[in-house]
Nanobody, 115 residues
Framework: QVQLVESGGGLVQPGGSLRLSCVAS????????MGWYRQAPGKQRELVAV???????NYADSVKGRFTISRDNAKSTVYLQMNSLKPGDTAVYYC?????????WGQGTQVTVSS
């Protein structure tokens, strides 16, 4: 079973940047679509960004132009670069690996945007 471990969350001021990392326990990017999701208090978990096996990306409208998903195959790591952060971006961010109905989740990392 694949395991995912996120890191990089923290407290940042509005307008600041953070980079989240998600390390997979083995090489999976040629098989699994990778995604970042987030869940704010009292809200449903929502998709933030997706990176397919072919390298295509897709973003939620709320983060387009501010967030970038990327991967380093050699390090089995997926990143989420977050710029121009807003208080509305505050949430627990989760890494996901999906393949034909199989979904693997990381434990989540807290991102708090506040002055």
């Amino acid at each position: 079973q694949v395991q995912l471990v996120e890191s990089g969350g923290g407290l940042v001021q509005p307008g600041g940047s953070l980079r989240l990392s998600c390390v997979a326990s083995r090489s999976i990017f040629s098989i699994y679509t990778m995604g970042w999701y987030r869940q704010a208090p009292g809200k449903q978990r929502e998709l933030v960004a997706v990176l397919t096996t072919g390298g295509n990306t897709n973003y939620a409208d709320s983060v387009k132009g501010r967030f970038t998903i990327s991967r380093d195959n050699a390090k089995s790591t997926v990143y989420l670069q977050m710029n121009s952060l807003k208080p509305g971006d505050t949430a627990v961010y989760y890494c996901n690996a999906g393949h034909f109905g199989v979904n693997v989740w990381g434990q989540g990392t807290q991102v708090t945007v506040s002055s």
